[in-house]
Nanobody
Framework: QVQLVESGGGSVQPGGSLRLSCVVS?????????MYWVRQAPGKGLEWVAS????????FYSDSVNGRFTISRDNAKNTVHLQMTNLNSMDTAVYFC????????RGRGTRVTVSW
């Protein structure tokens, strides 16, 4: 059974940083697959945040996070990370690691709250 387990969320003040991690298990194709981060803000739908190619070389970001977030992966450890900097209140959401861009095949998420 494929499992994606996110961690690293929490509460942070505007301008702060957090690093999210996702450990993937039971997925033999991890090293050959694109991986994604998506998020869901309170009362809103899922929003794609970032994508990373199997090799980790190609990366894409939504306009709202480009320049502030960095996606990375460690294929030896079946993990995906999301380094988030200069956070603002609009980044408050539950963040999910996903095997697809739409977020259908995602983990349970980790909550990020940005406020004073």
């Amino acid at each position: 059974q494929v499992q994606l387990v996110e961690s690293g969320g929490g509460s942070v003040q505007p301008g702060g940083s957090l690093r999210l991690s996702c450990v993937v298990s039971g997925f033999l194709g991890f090293r050959d697959s694109w991986m994604y981060w998506v998020r869901q803000a309170p009362g809103k739908g899922l929003e794609w945040v970032a994508s990373i190619a199997p090799t980790g070389i190609s990366k894409f970001y939504s306009d709202s996070v480009n320049g502030r977030f960095t996606i990375s992966r460690d294929n030896a450890k079946n993990t995906v990370h999301l380094q988030m900097t200069n956070l603002n209140s609009m980044d408050t959401a539950v963040y999910f690691c996903s095997r697809d861009q739409s977020g259908w095949r995602r983990g349970r998420g980790t909550r990020v709250t940005v406020s004073w």
